[in-house]
């Protein structure tokens, strides 16, 4: 026995030194298997968010091996009538989640031969899209969001169903510019989406709805889900109204209730929890649920690989879906945003595991929808967890750390040829560079990133990586940050930066107000000293083009912010603000001119005391800067 018991004792040993090896290199969980455990963690996390971010109602689906492991609906669907959330019954408007739908019809036609990914689109088509760029756009293209196009909101909605435009007809009249070639960047942006759900419609010579309810919703028995605008009449009883919180209450928004989508592919679908659990199941058991296959297994577990990446080393997109590879884990999925209504679907194919979560107010776009990444991240923290290990900054680090500071756009979202290019004041993120790595400031925080090799950085407490691109000369011009495959972040030139603009409207904004301030109080304390005769006679109207154009200019900004910002108003076209920009804009260019004039003469013949001459020549020069502002940023004299 004492031999026996020896050798027990040494494979011990060797056991108790190999564990922390393996809980370090490897997840130490399996994923979600208790659903008491899974509502546990679920309560706690949906109470403490839908509380700080002011949510109404939120309901949730995760699905394992085929089977549903946990549904719940939290909160309310309707909060005037009291009516809680009802995973198996209320709806939400799904948007951007509805791609996965037209991208999995996509390939339900490649897979019968009447598509395919690599052809040029306008073999489908009925009408031409600019030749801007000799390659052309293929429906690999438009499921990666890498052909090209720009990105407008401007009038993607109508405000009632009356207005909706048929699909083809609004994709002819709204080709948005073509800014880059196939294939080089991923931008995401619904007219894509569209082209491929108009496509869809052309070769199965079905309109979009009626194709997704015949081949995806009712095959999966989805009775509570719809792409249909309006909605149809026995559901709309169990649509949330969806709510923003202002004023201390949460205000439902009718507006965004009527609205309807023109294109429609991109972001349409209004379901349930319990029917997109049927969705997920279909696609993590390749193409089948129960008896129903919408895909067969091949061309499943083709659309889950990866079809572009702008980098090998960070996350790219799978046939419409998103990387979202994390802790060792392969993730693909997708966000929704609907004004008022936020979602997410994680697939999680090697685990079978599926999990959709959504919301009904606007709050809710702090955690999942646009901002997804914190419920993302602290899902796979919890059920993938792994050891971090520790990283040392190179010790030479500090020598080239310089090159990777700056300011990056986003090209998710952006329009580069209208006034819409105004929001890459708001969309752009900054790194900066120390000794010891990179700060990076995100939307949702900041990150440290520690490099880990050449041109690449890993998160410090963290699995995520950020990789840099450079030119021919060496100049970093690109970074990918892996858990966004949607968009690149291209480096702004010093002129580009969001910090610059907004200093210079700033200072432009004040030398107006002090004009208004000052011109009158000057004008009636010298009108008490000196006779107005005295005054050379062409600097009277010198100050009334300057008060003319400092009053227009604060106006013309209160018009241009209060259009754009009007989120609602831009997406269905109604901004009545904007009305005046385009000539208000043109004028305030004019009257610089001639303030340009007065301000010469005024010093050539001493007009007004030096203080005066320039406090007027900086407001001459806030007038010119404000003209490139409008011209730099697309305002100026432009309608949408």
């Known amino acids: ?37 899974l509502e546990a963690f679920f309560d706690n996390y949906l109470t403490a968010q839908m509380s700080a971010h002011h949510v109404a109602g939120a309901m949730v689906a995760v699905v394992k ?26 709806m939400f ?18 897979e019968q031969g009447k598509l395919d990914l690599n052809t040029d689109i306008h073999t489908y088509l009925d009408f031409k899209i600019p030749a801007t760029f000799a390659e052309p756009i293929t429906l690999n293209h438009l499921m990666a969001h890498t052909a090209g196009f720009e990105d407008n909101k401007f009038g993607q909605m109508a405000a009632v169903p009356e207005g909706l435009i048929p699909l083809g007809e609004w994709l002819k009249t709204h080709i948005p510019t073509r800014v880059r070639a196939p294939g080089l ?20 010579a079905m309109p979009f709805d009626q194709y997704i309810e015949k081949n995806i919703l009712i095959p999966l028995g989805m009775t509570h889900t719809t792409s249909r605008q309006p909605l149809p009449a026995a559901l709309r009883a169990d649509l949330s109204p969806g709510y923003i919180f202002a004023k201390g209450a949460y205000q439902a928004q009718p507006a965004v209730f009527e609205a309807v989508l023109h294109p429609a592919p991109a972001g349409s679908i209004h379901a349930d929890a319990g029917d997109m659990a ?15 296959v919408i895909l067969q297994p091949a061309t499943a577990r083709l659309m889950h690989t990866r079809s572009f990446s702008h980098d090998p080393r960070v996350n790219g997109m799978a046939h419409g879906f998103w990387e979202l590879d994390m802790n060792g884990r392969r993730i693909i999925g997708h966000i929704g945003s609907h004004f008022t209504f936020n979602s997410m679907m994680l697939l999680f194919p090697e685990d079978k595991l599926g999990v959709f979560m959504a919301t009904n107010s606007q709050g809710g776009g702090n955690f999942i929808g646009e901002n997804y990444f914190p419920f993302y991240q602290a899902f ?6 792994i050891a971090v ?10 020598q080239r750390a310089g090159r990777f500071s700056g300011n990056y756009s986003f090209t998710f979202g952006r329009s580069d040829t209208t006034p819409e290019k105004l929001f890459g004041l708001i969309m752009a993120v900054n790194i900066q560079a120390d000794q010891d790595g990179l700060s990076v400031r995100l939307p949702f925080g900041k990150e440290r990133f520690v490099e880990i090799g050449p041109m690449t950085f890993r998160q410090k407490d963290g699995d995520t990586l950020l990789v840099f691109h450079e030119d021919g000369t060496g100049v970093i011009t690109q970074c990918f940050y892996g858990p966004a495959p949607l968009t690149a972040l291209v480096k702004n030139r010093w002129f580009e930066t969001p910090k610059l603009h907004l200093i210079l409207l700033a200072m432009c904004i004040i030398l107006f107000l002090s004009f208004l301030i000052i011109a009158p109080i000057a004008f009636l304390v ?15 109207p010198a100050q009334w083009v300057a008060g003319i154009t400092s009053l227009l200019s604060l106006l013309l900004l209160f018009g241009v912010f209060g259009s754009l910002f009007n989120i609602i108003g831009l997406f269905t076209g109604h901004l009545p603000l904007w009305k005046g920009v385009p000539a208000g804009s043109m004028a305030v260019g004019l009257l610089a001119l001639a303030m340009i004039a007065f301000t010469f003469l005024g010093w050539k013949r001493h007009y007004w005391s030096l203080a005066g001459r320039i406090h007027y020549t900086l407001v001459t020069l806030a007038a010119v800067a404000l003209t490139w502002f409008l011209y730099f940023w697309n305002i100026l004299g432009r309608s949408f």
Not at 380 to 385: A, G, I, L, T
């Open 1 to 37: 026995m004492r031999p026996f018991m020896q050798t027990l004792f040494i494979l011990a040993v060797i056991l108790t030194a190999l564990c922390p090896l393996t809980l370090a290199g490897a997840p130490r969980s399996i994923g979600p298997t208790d659903p008491a455990e």
């Open 65 to 90: 091996d085929g089977q549903v492991l946990f549904t719940k609906g939290y909160g309310y669907a309707d909060i005037a009538k009291k009516t809680p959330v009802d995973p198996e019954k209320t």
């Open 93 to 110: 408007v799904l948007g951007s989640l509805t791609k996965l739908f037209t991208w999995t019809a996509v390939m339900q036609l490649v």
């Open 185 to 204: 960047l991923s931008a995401y942006a619904n007219y894509g989406a569209a082209l491929a759900g108009y496509i869809v419609e052309r070769v199965s």
């Open 278 to 292: 049927r969705f997920m199941i279909a696609h993590l058991n390749d193409g089948r649920y129960a008896e129903a």
């Open 380 to 385: 796979v923290r919890h059920y993938f967890p």
């Open 389 to 398: 290990p520790a990283l040392t900054p190179p010790v030479d680090f500090a």
């Open 526 to 540: 010298h009108r008490k000293r000196v006779d107005r005769k005295s005054a050379p006679l062409p600097a009277r």
